[in-house]
């Protein structure tokens, strides 16, 4: 009864398709961030445009930054 359970681990190919999928959703969020700066640089928010620029400039870059990377893990071999 006092048995350990055998830790399942995750298989190389799991692995290469969780981080691809990843990074598809991360550049999925950085087009969507992406495209709400264009929409409410359109608008007349009240934000300034330098802010919006900024701050949306930053998000977008963080975003592609870590899908390029989670993408770089995907096609790395082990």
Partial sequence: MNQKKKRERITPAERKEAYKEASKFVLDLAKLVFAGIILAGIMDMDISKAQLLTIGGTV????????AYLYYRAIKKY
């Fill in 60 to 67: 977008v870059a963080i975003l592609t930054v870590g899908g």
